[in-house]
């Protein structure tokens, strides 16, 4: 097996450009494919970090009734906080509607402790307003209503008893964040101006857990931990990659051609040479095995290279992050501006024996034929 | 003294399909050669001699009869016990010389000892003292495309006689070279086997070549037509 690691060596690097043309096709191959694993994966990971961030912190504490994809629970779905609930943010949930420009839009009117911390929302600004009714929304929210920072809108919901009540809120702040689910459609006042504006005073539908919360079992409270919340996310994200998988495959299929094909040609122009080898006493068995690893040192030689310019790309991009179209994040994509890549070791060794198995493999099929081949006639250069 | 033939070939024949039909390149052949002989097999194209070479080369087997090399029935051994026989005791020369393109000369005459497994030390002193016989010691380290004709087959000699083979197979040598290297060439090859009691089995049919047999087996489709022992005078003559 030595030897014929030393032969392929000597061979390849003896065949020059036809050797560096398929490197730099199978390090392209290699580089692409964990650059878009790592793009994926910085994105799922923002993805993730963002969510907690801005919306799941350590988990929820959901009333009894609430189902938080069932819009309808909304009416019942709430409930006195518990005495004893410490470390926990409450948020009460109501519907409303807004009248931007005389349109009438739908929002679910959220009310928050303006002095919490669980959540990156800025819900200090609702503490330091002036406003009878401050709110904040998101950027998406601001665009797609035309509403800017201390625009004033009609805001109309629904007391605990059903009636209808309005008033002016003021957008005191507006946010900027990944997260949809906090954004489209969403107002956040402070939960005592929530309280006040429906008489639910000391209500909350849900309540979101902070890092020192220790759960305990609450009557009419189910808790929702972190994990349980994320693995909706999780679900999209094993789907992406799955889809994703299929471009990889599609990219290593064509580098992976590209040695087979070279592969087939090098066993067809060099029939001396295999004559010649078998002449001298290699097997046929070995010269199999010598055409093989040619192949398979083509994944290695293309990693080597790959490393040259795709590590120092990878460390760039880590650091820099890669900008995002604006226009992905006006479609409701939860994009970041920038996605900054992970390259975790798992994904570089698993593409590096990914594809020098492959290359392997398509490397030893067309070299197969050899051991059918007739010396004679591969010496003479005539099997066709 | 042994007297057991180096090589024997009793009732030796070859068939090639072609179409529907066969070919015979070789009918019935009884031959054997000594230790140490330089012997020639000569005829026109297409007369057997290639074909013959090939099977006490191993690399063939007879289509019938028995070919015995080295004590070895060629048609009984497989594929890894006839790439042990090349490997050890069989030398190669071709017409095109085969070198190994993208080797150096140094590294053509090391491939075979590659094969044994021998030490670094062991295959450099051999291949050094391999390129001395055919003089190309100053050119260790050239591509064979760097090379004449001449210096080529002499590369040639040096891989197929490093090994220290009992049995060189030469096929048509000095097809491709000139006179003077052709000279050269088998002046060469007559010196090793005397040195070295290698049995030099030619197939040519160059005049040049002839000169320097000890025997001739004339060919003729695929036929011995005659086998002609060559005196010491005749070959002064």
Redesign the interface.
Known sequence: MKLAFQLAYKNLIGAGLRTWLNVAVLSFCFVIIIFFNGMMDGWNEQAKRDTIAWEYGNGHVLNDKYDPFDPFSLQDGHGQIPADAAHLTPILIQQGTIYPDGRMVSVALKGIDASQTSLELPTQALRESDAEIPAIIGTRMAASNKLEKGAEVLLRWRDKNGTFDAANITIVDIFENNVGSTDNGQVWISIEDLWKMTGMTGEATLMVAGKEYVHKELEGWHFESQKALLSDIDKIISTKKASSGVLYMLLLAIALLAIFDTQVLSIFRRQKEIGTYVSLGMTRRQVVGLFTVEGAMYSIFAMVVGCIYGIPLFIYLAKTGIAMPQASQDMGVALAEKIFPVYGIQLVIGTIILVVIAATIVSFMPARKIAKMDPVAALKGKLQ | MDTQPIISLSDVSKRFPVGDGEFTALKNINLSFQKAEFAGLVGPSGSGKTTLL?II?S??SPSEGKAVVMGKSISALS??ES??L???HIG?I?Q?Y?L????TVF?NVE??L???NRSADERKKAVMEALDWVGLSSMAHKRPDKLSGGEGQRVAIA?AMVKRPAILLADEPTANLDAENAHIVLKMMKKLNKELDTTFLFSTHDEKVMKYLDRIVHLRDGKVEEDEIITTQQAAS
């Open positions: 090939n080369g690399l063939d594929h890894r790439a042990l090349r490997n050890h190669f071709f095109i085969n190994l393109p993208v080797y590294e491939f075979a590659l094969l044994q891989r």
